[in-house]
């Protein structure tokens, strides 16, 4: 027989009838025009079969009258399944708590990012937004339509050219175009080129202004390098903004100071794990209570948010991982340790006067081993830029 439309929201039982009257039953449900299906002869006195839960109770009847007995084997149905959340009410009503709950959070607005802005500060964006309600923690249902939000931001930054609204998930995006503006050149007073230090001129390249010395010319600290005075006739003296790139030798002086026992961070393998639910901005901490049992140890974090297609939900998992840190010692060779300063001496020479520097020479002046240290005086000679602006100053009289 045909399986009677959406029976299963409807609710079916399967039975097994058992009796020498099993047929006379079926025939007596088709003629009474009660549905049953998924008629399965057990043996020659019993039979499986399923019918609709409103036609259980006109059953009866039409078993004393062929003289059946009936068990019930299972109960199929959305009705079954609510009777059942029913009598578990906490599980039933924890179910919906969540569904609204997760509704809820997908409801509001809960991070508000801005790209594109370079000159424009992100906090002047973000505050024209908040006038707008564009701002964590707001129902996404009150927010303008993103093209009345781009003109009114448009108004509100005039510094743009154009502003872009779009919303994924629970996440606002604000695209910034900036308006190019022509740039100011700053207000720069005539001024020489001078030697910040005591040197040997290796290069000089004069761009503007007129230059005083020349190639392994040697130098004193404040010497003037380019000049920003045209002219030897006082009466016809032109000042201007020298420029140019001055590169002389430099000897730098280091007292070097290096432990024969280095101690290094190891990572021993023992580790305790800390997880959290995140809700928005906050988490709640489930597992891993406890103090740390670890002397010293580094944390790292990994965050899981929940997603939804390409749609980031505001709820998600973090695990945080503490990790066991000990400390482990080596002894330098007195070779290494010697190694091992002037490195560290040479990256502070390239990072104090520039990357394009270069160590042309290097002399130990004195060496020493005392205290498990190695102590050193070291003297390197350096290819750097020299010069440094200085200002010329008129008097009141010119």
Same mark, same amino acid.
């Given at each position: *027989?045909?399986?009677?439309?959406?029976?299963?929201?409807?609710?079916?039982?399967?039975?097994?009838?058992?009796?020498?009257?099993?047929?006379?039953?079926?025939?007596?449900?088709?003629?009474?025009?009660?549905?049953?299906?998924?008629?399965?002869?057990?043996?020659?006195?019993?039979?499986?079969? !399923?019918?609709?839960?409103?036609?259980?109770?006109?059953?009866?009847?039409?078993? !004393?009258?062929?003289?059946?007995? *009936?068990?019930?084997?299972?109960?199929?149905?959305?009705?079954?399944?609510?009777?059942?959340?029913?009598?578990?009410k906490f599980f039933a009503i924890g179910i919906v708590l969540f569904f609204m709950m997760l509704l809820i959070l997908s409801s509001l607005v809960w991070n508000v990012n801005v790209v594109g802005n370079e000159k424009l500060a992100t906090e002047d964006i973000l505050k024209a937004a908040r006038e707008e309600g564009v701002r964590p923690y707001q129902w996404i249902f009150r927010l303008?339509?993103?093209?009345?939000?781009?003109?009114?931001?448009?108004v509100k930054l005039p510094e743009t050219s154009w502003i872009g609204v779009e919303r994924k998930g629970t996440t606002i995006t604000i695209q910034v175009v900036e308006a190019e503006k022509p740039e100011k050149?700053?207000?720069?007073?005539?001024?020489?080129?001078?030697?910040?230090?005591?040197?040997?001129?290796?290069?000089?390249?004069?761009?503007?202004?007129?230059?005083?010395?020349? %190639?392994?010319?040697?130098?004193?600290?404040?010497?003037?390098?380019?000049?920003?005075?045209?002219?030897?006739?006082?009466?016809?003296?032109?000042?201007?903004?020298?420029?140019?790139?001055?590169?002389?030798?430099?000897?730098?002086?280091?007292?070097?100071?290096?432990?024969?026992?280095?101690?290094?961070?190891?990572?021993?393998?023992?580790? %305790?794990?800390?997880?959290?639910?995140?809700?928005?901005?906050?988490?709640?901490?489930?597992?891993?209570?406890?103090?740390?049992?670890?002397?010293?140890?580094?944390?790292?974090?990994?965050?899981?948010?929940?997603?939804?297609?390409?749609?980031?939900?505001?709820?998600?998992?973090?695990?945080?991982?503490?990790?066991?840190?000990?400390?482990?010692?080596?002894?330098?060779?007195?070779?290494?340790?010697? !190694?091992?300063?002037?490195?560290?001496?040479?990256?502070?020479?390239?990072?104090?006067?520039?990357?394009?520097?270069?160590?042309?020479?290097?002399?130990?002046?004195?060496? !020493?081993?005392?205290?498990?240290?190695?102590? *050193?005086?070291?003297?390197?000679?350096?290819?750097?830029?020299?010069?440094?602006?200085?200002?010329?100053?008129?008097?009141?009289?010119?």
């Open positions: *027989m045909k399986i009677p439309t959406l029976s299963g929201v409807r609710g079916c039982v399967q039975i097994s009838v058992r009796g020498e009257g099993t047929n006379h039953l079926i025939n007596a449900l088709a003629e009474s025009g009660i549905p049953v299906w998924d008629i399965r002869p057990t043996s020659a006195t019993t039979a499986d079969m !399923k019918l609709l839960l409103r036609d259980f109770h006109v059953l009866r009847p039409l078993l !004393k009258r062929t003289g059946c007995r *009936m068990h019930v084997k299972r109960r199929i149905g959305l009705p079954f399944l609510l009777t059942r959340l029913f009598k578990r303008k339509d993103p093209d009345k939000l781009s003109r009114a931001l448009s050149q700053p207000l720069v007073s005539p001024r020489h080129l001078i030697s910040r230090s005591d040197a040997v001129v290796t290069s000089i390249y004069a761009e503007q202004g007129r230059p005083l010395v020349q %190639k392994n010319t040697r130098v004193k600290k404040g010497q003037v390098l380019i000049s920003g005075i045209l002219g030897n006739d006082e009466a016809n003296t032109q000042t201007v903004v020298a420029k140019g790139e001055v590169k002389g030798l430099v000897w730098h002086e280091y007292n070097l100071e290096v432990p024969l026992v280095q101690k290094q961070k190891v990572y021993t393998g023992e580790r %305790k794990n800390k997880s959290y639910l995140v809700l928005g901005n906050r988490a709640v901490q489930l597992w891993g209570y406890g103090k740390e049992p670890f002397e010293k140890s580094e944390t790292l974090t990994e965050l899981d948010p929940l997603t939804w297609r390409s749609i980031k939900l505001p709820i998600g998992w973090m695990t945080e991982k503490v990790m066991e840190v000990s400390e482990a010692r080596e002894t330098l060779q007195p070779e290494e340790a010697k !190694k091992l300063g002037l490195q560290g001496a040479i990256r502070d020479i390239l990072a104090k006067y520039g990357n394009d520097s270069q160590i042309i020479s290097q002399k130990i002046l004195h060496e !020493k081993k005392e205290n498990g240290k190695v102590y *050193m005086k070291v003297l390197f000679e350096v290819e750097e830029r020299i010069a440094e602006e200085l200002p010329i100053v008129h008097s009141q009289g010119e």
